[in-house]
């Protein structure tokens, strides 16, 4: 899709200035949805508070909202339309995403607090300064489960981004940069099956699971150079037996295949069952390799839209914003990278990554 007519369109209106003023007069609202969503974290798919709190802060301010989205309890669509009727055919069509998920046991430790009022907010100022001069529509997306589930995949497969001209996020980092940069994910079980006996009374009468899934994660993990480069596994055992005396007839972990390039994600795979092939003969045990929930790709750049908020960037005084990372995860937003225009700016609110 040909993002032109957007950025015809924003270069033709001199808004910055309204913009800034409005921003400022607006950031005592801005920081406190940011830190209630930060006091009240919630996980993936449960971000029930957080998407009713984001919604409500919309319809103040005068946008149309409608709850599941996508058939996702928690996901929600807010439009503003203009002349043009944006989600008519109107144009142009600029789709804010705001993540709300939190991480077990880290709360908001990926700031999903700060790109949600990050998201609602952006939309809100524009729908503002613009007032009647606005065409098309711009739309916040509220998306469920980027860390664990991949909730924007539902939201491609509904076609809530069909159409679109961008699609724009931030995101808190360690450095500034507009470079459009993830790691193509899977998420995969592992299951090692062997058979139960008593670890001292009848020590061979058992095939031990969780040794065929220890076996497994050192041949893979421990071992610095085993994967090809650019390939990455992590994870951790979620099941490995009930006691110490009965040898384990179940082991399974939950792991994360990350690669850079989607050409590398087959090969890794089939290294990863080959693997798990292995220890389960070792063993004497059985395997499984399964898939779990929806795979995440690498990002498709847009080099318009990179330029754009580079240019944005440095005009706030953020120095050198085309930075490549030598260190980067993997997101759901990298899929909607392939439907229409998207990026991911990294605003520099730390040291740590």
């Not at 033709?12 to 800034?20: K, N, S």
């Not at 395997?287 to 240019?311: D, H, M, P, W």
């Amino acid at each position: 899709m040909d993002a032109t007519p957007f950025f015809g369109y924003l270069e033709a209106m001199d808004i910055y200035a309204a913009v800034e003023a409005e921003i400022e007069r607006r950031r005592g609202e801005i920081l406190a949805l940011s830190h209630e969503i930060h006091a009240r974290p919630e996980l993936s798919f449960e971000e029930k508070e957080t998407s009713l709190l984001l919604q409500a802060t919309l319809e103040r301010e005068g946008f149309a909202v409608s709850a599941g989205t996508g058939g996702l309890e928690t996901a929600f669509r807010a439009v503003a339309e203009g002349a043009g009727g944006g989600c008519v055919g109107g144009r142009p069509r600029l789709i804010y995403t705001a993540e709300m998920d939190a991480l077990p046991g880290l709360g908001h430790g990926c700031g999903h607090n700060i790109i949600a009022a990050a998201a609602v907010w952006s939309a809100a100022v524009l729908k503002t300064v613009m007032g009647g001069t606005l065409e098309g529509s711009v739309e916040v997306v509220g998306t469920p489960a980027e860390e664990r589930g991949s909730g924007k995949v539902a939201l491609i497969e509904a076609g809530v981004f069909d159409g679109a001209d961008a699609v724009l996020q931030m995101h808190p980092h360690a450095l500034d940069t507009v470079v459009g940069q993830a790691m193509a994910r899977r998420s995969l079980s592992v299951e090692f099956f062997g058979r139960k006996a008593h670890a001292a009374a009848a020590p061979g009468e058992g095939r031990n699971a969780l040794d065929a899934l220890v076996l497994f994660y050192h041949s893979l993990i421990l071992q610095p150079g085993k994967l090809p480069a650019g390939c990455l596994l992590h994870g951790v055992i979620e099941e490995g037996g009930e006691a110490p005396n009965i040898i384990p007839g179940l082991a399974r972990g939950r792991f994360s295949f990350r690669t850079d390039a989607m050409s590398k994600v087959e090969p890794g795979l089939n290294m990863i069952r080959e693997a798990a092939r292995a220890a389960a003969a070792t063993t004497g045990c059985t395997q499984a390799v399964t898939e779990t929930g929806s795979a995440a790709t690498t990002s498709k750049r847009n080099a318009e839209l990179e330029n754009l908020f580079a240019a944005l960037l440095e005009r706030r005084g953020r120095k050198d914003p085309v930075k490549l990372r030598t260190a980067y995860g993997s997101t759901d937003l990298a899929n909607v990278s392939h439907v229409c225009p998207t990026i991911e700016i990294m605003v520099k609110a730390g040291t740590n990554p």
